[in-house]
């Protein structure tokens, strides 16, 4: 498989290999989590760590809290952010990356190979522009990358829709206030000149044809059609497969793309888009209007705390850095 991250770093970026760790007798001092002294080019130290992000890595202490001080400045990790990292920080963000690559290389491969070749293809079915719109969190991800490509992007968090619902008039009530915390509004879609792609991965199509039902009740009166088009990834069962579908094809001839490429034997975009580890790399939490009263009222409450933002987890902003440096690169 390829790993995406092989960069030239300065050769003395550690001062032992990780295998001198078990001669080490000394303690962990407060002045070792000194990010300070990490943001410089040249990284010194000599002590070492097993870091939670990764699965069987050990690496640099300092090296992991110059990655946290950066992403403590802010609950995500956004094109703006990306914007404003100097050299030095882009450089340790690069090393913890490979890391970060190799311990999940088969999920941040997939986001980043199916990410760039979803890119193309709606770029090229809508090359005068568009909204896009990531139903619930396995479309997630493809929002990212085109969100950090420069692109408009909107964020639905709704779970467990794709049987027959009956969405409660709370939900739908506490519905509609999210959906005009992000600007998704029937004002907006009527006014708006691109089109609105609301897209998730389905093979049936039920949440599609669930989520549109759900915008077309009257208290949120967001009806299809107009500047309005579900476009499910690939063709499926849904009544929406039918020409609006991104990928002209089924689910299974993405899997031999893939498995043509790499050398996989298993069905790897019917696993990876359903994996529970990708959708969590993105941070968009799990909603099921079923179950909403009172998780679901927590997520919100939490989310307008945060100005309209849902709170980014470590591993989230490294996935977003990744994709940020593999779009701008």
Request: glycine share 6%.
């Amino acid at each position: 498989m390829n790993i995406y991250y092989n960069y030239n770093l300065p050769s003395n970026l550690y001062s032992k290999p990780y295998l001198n760790y078990k001669k080490s007798k000394s303690k962990f001092q407060s002045s070792d989590l000194n990010s300070s002294i990490c943001l410089k080019e040249n990284i010194q130290c000599d002590r070492y760590i097993k870091n939670v992000a990764f699965t069987s890595s050990l690496t640099d202490i300092h090296l992991v809290n110059a990655v946290e001080s950066i992403f403590n400045r802010s609950i995500v990790f956004g094109p703006e952010e990306y914007k404003i990292l100097s050299s030095a920080e882009l450089n340790v963000l690069r090393e913890y990356g490979k890391h970060f690559t190799e311990a999940n290389s088969k999920i941040v491969n997939f986001i980043l190979d199916f990410g760039k070749l979803f890119s193309e293809r709606i770029h090229k079915k809508y090359p005068n522009g568009f909204i896009f719109v990531s139903v619930g969190r396995s479309s997630a991800f493809l929002a990212k990358y085109l969100e950090f490509q420069g692109e408009k992007v909107k964020y639905c968090p709704i779970s467990n829709i794709r049987h027959h619902i009956e969405f409660s008039p709370y939900f739908v009530q506490q519905y509609k206030k999210y959906l005009d915390s992000i600007g998704l509004t029937n004002e907006f879609v009527q006014k708006t000149q691109k089109p609105i792609i609301i897209t998730d991965y389905t093979h049936l199509g039920g949440t599609l044809d669930n989520f549109s039902n759900l915008l077309a009740m009257p208290q949120i009166g967001i009806n299809k059609g107009g500047s309005v088009i579900f476009s499910p990834i690939t063709k499926g069962n849904s009544r929406y497969s039918r020409g609006n579908n991104i990928f002209d094809c089924w689910p299974h001839k993405i899997n031999n793309y893939f498995e043509d490429k790499y050398g996989f034997s298993d069905a790897l975009y019917i696993d990876m888009m359903g994996n529970d580890k990708t959708k969590k790399f993105t941070s968009i939490p799990h909603l099921d209007p079923v179950s909403y009263n009172p998780y679901g009222e927590k997520i919100f409450n939490k989310y307008y705390q945060n100005n309209n933002r849902f709170e980014e987890d470590f591993n989230t902003k490294m996935m977003n850095f990744l994709i940020a440096d593999n779009v701008q690169g």
